[in-house]
């Protein structure tokens, strides 16, 4: 993806904090491209407030008077739309239309996205002129997005092609100490089993389901041999204080209680 081809593109925005707004959302997620048409108040010192430091994206923005300068050089042109429409036309969300605009600039296109009025959008006009119309799937409920809100979700899906390849397939950490064998784990549970039973927490003759329990709590975690050797230095701790109060509780065989 070439994020340099795509413009972020305001249409007749009211008010000056929603286009510091957009530009600090644009820069987070790598965009630099603005394109203002005929922005009501701008420039202005509460735009440049809410860029904090994106100001440099206000001050190289491009201001037009109609859609038609803004869009004169694209190629492909996308519409942000929340409202149905007579005439059936090409709609998709975010993530599908973002990997539609990123395959356009792998080809050298010139991409607009075009957001309308924080009011009323885009207009049925202004619609027509786009190749492709996107839609944010927000709860019926509560369908209103702020306008630099609907900004990030879309400069945040193409951020994520174009970072794509960098990120990694799954968990990679390099983990400091070997995870426990089955073996030691084995050992663990049954020092466990013996410290609860010494101080009263399980009784051996009505077990019910705990150690299978802490068995799979366990499991899920993975504990490395690190960890585990605090555990049952832990437990080792446990059962010499138990021994010093009068001894166990429940008495059970102590074996396997080891650090």
């Known amino acids: 993806m070439r994020p340099e081809l795509i413009d972020i593109v305001l249409v007749n925005t009211s008010h000056p904090g929603n286009i510091g707004a957009v530009a600090r959302a644009m820069k987070n997620m790598g965009l630099s491209r603005l394109t203002l048409v ?14 904090t430091h994106a100001a440099d994206l206000l001050e190289t923005a491009r201001i037009v008077p109609d859609l038609d300068s803004a869009i004169d050089a694209a190629q492909f042109v996308v519409g942000t739309s929340a409202r149905g429409r007579r005439i059936p036309w090409p709609v998709q969300d975010p993530r599908r239309c973002a990997v539609r605009m990123a395959a356009a600039t792998d080809t050298g296109q010139r991409v607009a996205v075009l957001f309308g009025r924080e ?16 839609h944010i799937p927000s709860d019926e409920a509560y369908t209103s997005l702020n306008l630099a809100m609907a900004v990030q979700i879309v400069c945040y899906e193409l951020r994520m092609l174009a970072i794509g390849g960098a990120l990694p397939a799954a968990e990679t950490a390099e983990w400091d100490t070997p995870f426990s064998t089955q073996d030691n784990m084995e050992r663990f549970y049954a020092h466990l089993e013996e410290t609860l039973s010494a101080i009263g927490f399980l009784n051996p003759a009505a077990p019910r389901q705990l150690m299978p329990r802490l068995r799979r709590l366990f499991g899920r975690v993975r504990l490395d041999e690190m960890e585990l050797n605090i555990l049952r230095g832990m437990l080792t701790a446990t059962l010499e204080q138990v021994e010093r109060a009068g001894g166990p509780v429940f008495e059970k065989p102590r074996t396997g209680s080891e650090p």
């Open 38 to 51: 005929a922005p009501r108040q701008f420039p202005d010192e509460v735009a440049t407030s809410r860029a």
């Open 119 to 134: 009011d009323r959008g885009l207009s049925n006009e202004e619609l027509n002129r786009c190749n492709l119309h996107l």
